[in-house]
């Protein structure tokens, strides 16, 4: 089923909850091991990013099938930009944090795996077996650049994605956050 002006289609839906509440989940994480040097939890945040890119790119897939969910009411144009530049900004992200958060640590040589199942071992020094040797320092510090920039604009994309949906909900009363919860809006 496509979606509707009415009513999302049940793929949206799953796609647009599994995938949001996953980043918000992971950049909290990032943050929090950022601050406090948590090294135990990177193998954690990495699986968890490597599995969400399946799901990232089913929904980059999907939207470009089905297209963009018509709006539930029609609003200003400056509402009607700003919520494109914010799906947007988010879609793109959904798909740069994980795909550099990969570039940095497999580039990076800390290896890649999922919950301990490897795809692409570590390059530890033979001479030093304490010591990761990167496979390529310009791409992994590329990564790292585009992690940590995706990963503040989609703070706030995701703050501003709250607030318009908050709107939409409480001011608006125009059944958005309705038919994102898989409800039917009035015909």
Excluded: C
Aim: proline share 3%; aromatic share 8%.
């Amino acid at each position: 089923m496509k979606d509707t002006k009415y009513k999302l289609s049940s793929l949206t839906i799953a796609l647009h909850w599994i995938i949001g509440i996953t980043i918000i989940g992971l950049l909290a994480l990032g943050k929090y091991m950022e601050s406090n040097e948590a090294y135990a939890l990177y193998d954690i945040h990495k699986s968890i990013g490597m599995i969400i890119i399946t799901f990232v790119l089913a929904r980059v897939f999907w939207r470009i099938l089905n297209g963009w969910p018509e709006p539930a009411s029609n609003y200003s144009n400056i509402e009607h930009m700003t919520a494109k530049v914010v799906h947007w900004t988010l879609i793109l992200g959904t798909v740069a944090l994980p795909i550099s958060g990969v570039l940095m640590s497999g580039a990076g040589g800390h290896g890649l795996a999922i919950f301990g199942w490897e795809l692409l071992a570590e390059n530890i020094d033979p001479n030093n077996l304490e010591e990761v040797v990167p496979l390529n320092k310009t791409l992994a510090g590329l990564g790292h650049e585009i992690h940590e920039i995706t990963g503040n604009v989609m703070i706030i994309a995701i703050m501003l994605h709250l607030f318009g949906a908050l709107k939409h909900h409480i001011i608006d009363k125009d059944g958005t956050l309705k038919r994102m919860l898989g409800k039917t809006i009035g015909e």
